[in-house]
């Protein structure tokens, strides 16, 4: 009987996965920690920081290693022969990565949203002998999948309008914000121009602008132009949709102050230091929520209609350590992509889109499924609702 249990476990560490995460940062210990909790990936974390190593829980199917991804020998010595490469590194370093994995045929996957990266991505992957898999996340990630699962319903499309923001349930200062993300890509994304459908037409519009109001649940928030948050969805909407464009969602009064710190202030241009003031002067939270918000509008069958997903994602307890929601939702979801890529269900090679994944088949995923959870735990797929418009 031992040798029997002895076998079958021998037999599993031999079908396990090998597969490296680039950065030990908060997302970098969820993503280890889920894959790893299966028992179906080993995983190795590298990071040139030995203080971000130590906070990874190691296990007999997760380990570490110092490495500078920096250093091509020493990034392309600890890719040979993985099956896969999450990067949850810096946006701006997340290309390097992707450089070494794609001529060695490992599997890539990441998390940016800067679109100069993507388009990095884009390329190698012309000649990649695996499949590199940019934006996982959860926007541009999850939202673009759920704005394409909508637009699927429509017989023609006229516009999409997608909202997501990760914010503090107990908001406490003037700025109604905690970080709660990675503070590089936050200050990126309200700096970068932003691609968007106007009338038909790919354009480009300043980030910070376009400022709406609206409400769900009782909660007045407010939503504005940001970078990267759409993906691909320009490029693969063109020529089909009149209106497609995505805001960040954050408390009434964050854009103005933001604003005036970035353009007044002229802070946008120094953002080293904009970093060391919300670093030093913006408590980090674990009790966040994620909201998602995606309206979609088009004819079907000869008639006006529109759809709306909404969401919110709270966060919970995963494997016994607390974690915020925006580390669920991004943890599950480039997880969740993982995990369907390895199961065969995605294309092996090649540049692979967000929305080329159904919104099905992502929430029967075990990590998708963390999307489907209620504020109360219990399952569900968001609220949808499906009216005829005015």
Not at 349 to 376: K, W
């Given at each position: ?21 680039i ?17 179906d990936?080993?995983v ?54 992707a ?13 940016t ?15 990649a ?25 429509f ?11 990760a ?44 400022r ?9 928030y407010?939503?504005f ?13 063109a020529?089909?949709?009149r209106?497609l ?29 904009l ?8 408590p ?8 998602i ?11 006006l209609l529109?759809q ?22 991004t ?6 992509v ?15 889109r ?5 919104l ?21 797929k ?9």
């Amino acid at each position: 009987m031992v040798s029997q249990h002895k076998a079958s476990t021998n037999a599993r560490s031999a079908t396990m996965k090998e597969i490296v995460v680039i950065g030990a940062g908060k997302i970098g210990q969820t993503i280890a920690d889920m894959l790893g909790s299966t028992g179906d990936y080993r995983v190795t974390v590298a990071d040139r920081s030995e203080t971000q190593l130590a906070g990874i829980r190691t296990s007999a199917t997760v380990s570490t290693r110092k490495v500078d991804i920096a250093d091509k020998e020493a990034l392309t010595a600890l890719l040979e022969g993985r099956f896969a490469v999450l990067s949850a590194a810096p946006y701006d370093l997340t290309t390097r990565i992707a450089e070494v994995a794609a001529p060695l045929g490992v599997h890539y996957l990441d998390l940016t949203e800067d679109v100069a990266s993507t388009r990095r991505v884009k390329e190698l992957a012309k000649t990649a002998k695996a499949a590199l898999i940019p934006q996982c996340g959860l926007a541009p990630g999850f939202i673009s999948i759920v704005a394409a699962d909508l637009a699927r319903d429509f017989d023609t499309l006229d516009s999409l309008r997608l909202r997501v923001g990760a914010l503090p349930q107990y908001p406490s200062n003037a700025l109604n914000y905690n970080l709660t993300w990675s503070t590089d890509g936050v200050i990126n994304e309200y700096c970068e121009p932003c691609e968007a459908v106007v009338n038909g037409e790919l354009t480009l519009v300043p980030a910070m602008e376009e400022r709406e109001e609206f409400s769900l649940d009782g909660v007045t928030y407010e939503a504005f132009n940001t970078s990267g948050g759409l993906g691909t969805l320009c490029e693969t909407l063109a020529g089909k949709v009149r209106t497609l464009n995505y805001r960040t969602i954050r408390y009434p009064g964050h854009c103005a102050i933001m604003k005036a710190l970035l353009q007044d202030l002229r802070l946008a241009d120094r953002r080293d230091v904009l970093k060391d003031i919300f670093e030093n002067a913006l408590p980090s939270t674990l009790q966040d929520v994620v909201v998602i918000f995606v309206t979609v509008s088009g004819m079907k069958d000869g008639r006006l209609l529109q759809q709306t997903y909404a969401n919110k994602v709270y966060s919970a307890n995963v494997g016994g350590v607390t974690r915020s929601a925006i580390q669920i939702t991004t943890a599950s979801g480039i997880c969740a992509v993982l995990d369907m890529l390895a199961q065969g269900k995605l294309p092996q090679q090649g540049f692979v889109r967000q929305e080329e994944i159904t919104l099905d088949s992502f929430l029967a995923n075990r990590f998708g499924r963390a999307y489907a959870r209620a504020e109360d735990g219990t399952p569900g797929k968001g609220e949808i609702e499906r009216s005829r418009a005015a």
